[in-house]
């Protein structure tokens, strides 16, 4: 109750301000609007105007909702057009609303409930496999770089091999020996 009315307090003096006589009685601004709502219900209620007004006031907020000039200004024969053309698009929500219904045991199920504690084993499943992903690229890197190694020795020693060939082609050919193709 005295946060309440230290909060009222502080709302009195948002409204009213610092009064500069500290002596003068501290405006409240609850009375005040409950004097205020008094007033406004006595005065609505001698007027015989204001009272069948009250008693509008429902046709008046169906009179104003936009939907309601739709409402008289669409004939129903239009409404039937409007119906019939989106029939295709309707058949299908109908349809996939039929299929939801009919998957409902299924997300009820027991697999569905248990997803939270599963969670945590598939968080553990994922870290191990980027972890083994970036141990693959590693991997991989490795073996390319082997391979590129494995090239170039294989093309050094064909290279050998082409000038020992060529080395003894011609001491053959110095001392006549014909070699045979």
Same mark, same amino acid.
């Given at each position: 109750m005295d946060v309440l009315e230290t909060r009222l307090w502080a709302?009195?003096?948002?409204?009213?301000?610092?009064?500069?006589?500290k002596a003068a009685k501290p405006a409240k601004c609850a009375e005040s609007l409950g004097r205020?709502?008094?007033?406004? !219900? =006595?005065?609505?209620?001698?007027? *015989?105007?204001?009272?069948?007004?009250h008693k509008k006031i429902e046709d008046l907020l169906k009179y104003l909702d936009?939907?309601?000039?739709?409402?008289?200004?669409?004939?129903?024969?239009?409404?039937?057009?409007?119906?019939?053309?989106?029939? *295709?698009?309707?058949?299908?929500?109908? !349809?996939?609303?039929?299929?939801? =219904?009919?998957?409902?045991?299924?997300?009820? =199920?027991?697999?569905?409930?248990?997803?939270?504690e599963h969670a945590t084993k598939l968080q553990r499943i994922s870290q191990l496999h980027i972890k083994q992903q970036d141990q693959t690229e590693a991997q991989s890197l490795e073996v390319k770089k082997?391979?590129?190694?494995?090239?170039?020795?294989?093309?050094?020693?064909?290279?050998?091999?082409?000038?020992w060939d060529e080395t003894l082609r011609k001491l053959e050919e110095a001392k006549g020996i014909r070699t045979v193709e």
């Amino acid at each position: 109750m005295d946060v309440l009315e230290t909060r009222l307090w502080a709302l009195e003096r948002r409204l009213y301000g610092e009064r500069g006589n500290k002596a003068a009685k501290p405006a409240k601004c609850a009375e005040s609007l409950g004097r205020i709502q008094a007033s406004l !219900a =006595s005065t609505a209620n001698k007027r *015989e105007r204001v009272k069948i007004l009250h008693k509008k006031i429902e046709d008046l907020l169906k009179y104003l909702d936009p939907q309601f000039t739709d409402h008289i200004t669409v004939p129903d024969t239009m409404k039937l057009e409007f119906i019939l053309a989106e029939e *295709e698009a309707l058949l299908s929500q109908a !349809a996939l609303l039929e299929q939801v =219904s009919n998957l409902q045991p299924l997300l009820d =199920s027991n697999y569905i409930r248990d997803v939270p504690e599963h969670a945590t084993k598939l968080q553990r499943i994922s870290q191990l496999h980027i972890k083994q992903q970036d141990q693959t690229e590693a991997q991989s890197l490795e073996v390319k770089k082997l391979f590129e190694e494995y090239n170039k020795m294989m093309f050094l020693l064909s290279k050998q091999f082409t000038q020992w060939d060529e080395t003894l082609r011609k001491l053959e050919e110095a001392k006549g020996i014909r070699t045979v193709e």
